[in-house]
């Protein structure tokens, strides 16, 4: 099994030449990329390389996590996260349990903790938690049993969002080391942002983020990467122009004049794409405001990934499930 | 090895009266290369291609979530890119031991269509099964005792061929 054969990741080994191939994972939770090493993340998107043929089988469903059970605990709205979470839960054959927070307890006052460990009364083996605070995940993984997986926290991390960015990268451009990556909009807010700045920087990529100083957290250049606030020199040739959303619902003070001097300052329009590399690629976590953080002919442009990003996330959280159900090296102790 | 493998592609002709309709399937990791030469000696014989796929039973094994803590095994691709809806299907895999990865691996096929049948190779037949699952060609049968382990080595992934038992080890 430890048999290394030829992978399509070789040019990954530039930068874990100096440590074997991770096997499984460190930590039975996934809370963030903090967490991971970079023979870790490697192995989370080889994983899903392989996971990405049952998409394409006639029968999509194979009986690895038959029996496990697996909550989903959202207690912020969400489409794309919480059904592809479901879907490759469903595709690995687990037991899966939608917990609408609209519809729960948790509006009769409930704290996250008392829900959590009702929830856990009915012994799931995982549960995919998202929340609107930071650190909600690791307060969990500190009380429950069950593993936890983070499917995104406050403004701090969405781990499976940076992975299946990762993938799709990697796809598109057989590697990530080297890469110029512009990420530009709303910063400040974004767990995304933070995620994929930790996982880009680790596997080697040369990250530049671009928003209104207003958006821009201090302190961010801290984390390796570039920060400016013109469009032009982080798109310039970029590899990989990745857009992040306007969260209007997080803004509570006015951090712009308004939406549409935003598009004209740092909206992604078709004569910036132009500035980045011929070959480079659009992405957007979702969901898009068009006209607001990029144009409508850009997000549906030749250059747009937006939609095998969606695509790409079922395969990387089922090899995160997977991965995770086989147990993590902490196990050992506990 | 090359002997046992030229005589299987006779055998497997013989069997099915032809190639038509057949479909070799290696399960990784030895598998793989032993079915590509099956193939490849097939053509030979036939005169015409037969479909090689690679099948990764990872994903069906019945002891995946049992050991709480262990090297979990890498899930690696299948690569099946015909229908085998009706075909004749032939297995490849390099030892033929306790039947559960030929278990997992019919479990895998079968969920990408319907086979008109499913027929087994095997390099090396070491006894001691534990499921009722028997091989239709053997290249050499090697009575073992559980203790031992063989290992089949192969020059398109250990870069040479052979076929070693090793005694325990304890």
């Known amino acids: ?334 | 090895m090359s002997r046992s493998l030229v005589r299987i592609a006779h055998e497997i002709v013989e069997r099915n009266r032809g190639v038509d309709d057949l479909a070799i399937v290696g399960i990784r990791e030895r598998g793989v290369p032993l079915a590509r030469r099956i193939s490849a000696e097939l053509e030979r014989i036939a005169g015409k291609g037969v479909p090689t796929g690679a099948l990764d039973i990872t994903l069906y094994r019945d002891d995946l979530m049992r050991q709480a803590v262990g090297p979990q095994p890498l899930v690696r691709s299948t690569d099946i890119l015909f229908d085998i809806d009706n075909r004749v299907i032939v297995l490849v895999d390099d030892v033929l031991y306790t039947g559960r990865t030929i278990r997992a691996a019919l479990d895998a096929l079968i969920d990408f269509g319907r086979p008109r049948a499913i027929q087994l190779v095997v390099l090396v037949d070491r006894g001691h099964r534990e499921l009722p699952i028997k091989a239709d060609y053997v290249g050499k049968n090697v009575p073992t005792s559980r203790r031992e382990s063989i290992q089949v080595r192969l020059q398109e992934v250990d870069g040479h061929d052979e076929v070693v038992i090793q005694p325990d080890e304890q």
């Open chain 1, 1 to 334: 099994m430890t048999k290394s054969s030829s992978s399509p990741t070789s040019s990954e080994s530039v930068v874990v030449a100096d440590a074997p191939p991770a096997t499984r994972l460190k930590h039975r939770h996934l809370l963030g990329i903090a967490d991971l090493t970079p023979e870790e993340i490697v192995l989370i998107l080889d994983t899903a390389e392989a996971m990405q043929e049952i998409a394409h089988r006639p029968i999509k469903k194979v009986p690895t996590l038959r029996g496990r059970t697996v909550v989903n605990l959202f207690f912020e709205p969400s489409t794309r996260t919480r059904t592809s979470f479901e879907v490759a839960e469903k595709r690995l054959s687990a037991d899966t349990l939608n917990v609408a927070i609209a519809t729960s307890s948790v509006v009769k006052g409930e704290t996250l903790v008392d829900t959590a460990l009702n929830l856990e009364a009915m012994s799931p083996d995982m549960i995919v938690l998202r929340h609107a605070s930071s650190g909600a995940c690791h307060l969990l993984s500190r009380v429950c049993r069950s593993k936890i997986i983070n499917a995104g926290d406050g403004m701090h991390e969405h781990p499976t969002q940076a992975l299946l960015d990762a993938f799709t990268i990697r796809r598109h451009k057989g590697r990530l080391a080297g890469l110029k990556v512009a990420i530009l909009g709303d910063l400040l807010h974004s767990r995304v942002l933070r995620s994929n700045v930790l996982l880009l920087t680790r596997l080697g990529a040369e990250v530049w983020v671009c928003g209104p100083p207003t958006l821009v957290p201090p302190g961010i250049e801290r984390l390796g990467v570039k920060v400016t606030s013109v469009v032009e020199d982080a798109v310039r040739d970029a590899d990989v122009i990745m857009m992040l959303r306007i969260q209007l619902e997080r803004m509570q003070g006015a951090f712009f004049p308004s939406l549409r001097e935003y598009f004209n300052v740092f909206g992604m329009t078709e004569a910036r794409v132009r500035l980045a590399r011929p070959d480079a690629i659009i992405m957007h976590p979702g969901p898009m405001n068009r006209g607001v953080e990029i144009a409508s002919e850009v997000a549906d442009g030749p250059f747009s990934v937006i939609l095998e990003q969606v695509a790409n996330g079922v395969a990387v959280r089922m090899a995160v499930l997977y991965l995770l159900a086989g147990g993590a090296e902490d196990e050992a102790v506990a």
